[in-house]
């Protein structure tokens, strides 16, 4: 019984040197997954500062795009109002060489 007692010893001695170097690892593991949520963390708040930062490109972007769409509309409406206008005029300036026609100032040709 005694030789019993030391092989159950010398096998209880290679689990426990087997159960240290297992602690060992997970300690060391333990450490390397603190470190790298550490990392996630600050790369979490970079991402989450490039999500502002794009939020606020989309942001400038779609009141840009609003702006250009005003300054076009106006262009166009000007545009538009000058034609009218020329044609105003022109119609005027005919309306003024009949006149000056009639009353003989310049010759109708």
């Known amino acids: ?3 019993n007692m030391k092989l159950i010893m ?13 602690e ?12 790298t949520e550490e990392e996630l963390a600050q790369v979490n708040s970079r991402f989450g500062m490039f999500e502002l930062n794009a939020d606020k490109a989309q942001d400038n972007y779609e ?3 609003a702006c250009l769409l005003t300054v076009a509309s ?7 109002k000058s034609k009218h206008q020329f044609r ?3 119609e005027q300036g005919n309306a003024i060489i009949k ?4 009353k003989g100032l310049v010759p109708l040709e």
């Open 99 to 102: 006149v000056l026609g009639y």
């Open 24 to 35: 060992t690892a997970i300690s060391k593991l333990d450490k390397r997954m603190t470190k």
């Open 74 to 80: 106006d262009v166009k409406n000007g545009l538009y």
């Open 1 to 3: 019984m005694d030789e």
């Open 88 to 90: 105003l005029i022109e």
């Open 63 to 65: 009141k840009l795009e």
């Open 10 to 22: 010398t096998e209880f001695a290679k689990l426990n040197e087997r159960m240290t170097s297992i």
